[in-house]
């Protein structure tokens, strides 16, 4: 079991920046590949990037490569999500989650966090 909490979302202007924090607990974190997923209203979960469990390899959708940087940090327990350059249209909630390896679907991962909230003004 893993348990994920999100944080760092908030209001930025765009062009503003925003690092959002997926602290997780239980056991082996280090072993689980991390994805980054957001949901706008009305709109599907979509994928944003993903970590191996290594940190080794990260993976991004087309909307979001050269803006958005995922790393990891293993001893801490915590993947973060670096977003700059960001555009009214990444307001969504923002979800961490946990499984195997790193899958552009929802249904890849097994563990879930609650969300963060970012909206950006134009």
């Known amino acids: 079991q893993v348990q994920l909490v999100e944080s760092g979302g908030g209001l930025v202007q765009a062009g503003g920046s925003l690092r959002l924090s997926c602290a997780a607990s239980g056991r082996s974190f280090s072993s689980y590949a991390m994805g980054w997923f957001r949901q706008a209203p009305g709109k599907e979960r979509e994928f944003v990037g993903g970590?191996?469990?290594?940190?080794?390899?990260?993976y991004y959708a087309d909307s979001v490569k050269g803006r958005f940087t995922i790393s990891r940090d293993n001893a801490k327990n915590t993947v973060y999500l670096q977003m700059n350059s960001l555009k009214p249209e990444d307001t969504a909630v923002y979800y961490c989650?946990?499984?195997?390896?790193?899958?552009?679907?929802?249904?890849?991962?097994?563990?879930w966090g609650q969300g963060t909230q970012v909206t950006v003004s134009s």
């Open positions: 970590s191996s469990w290594s940190g080794g390899t990260a």
């Open positions: 989650a946990a499984g195997p390896l790193v899958a552009a679907t929802p249904s890849g991962f097994d563990y």
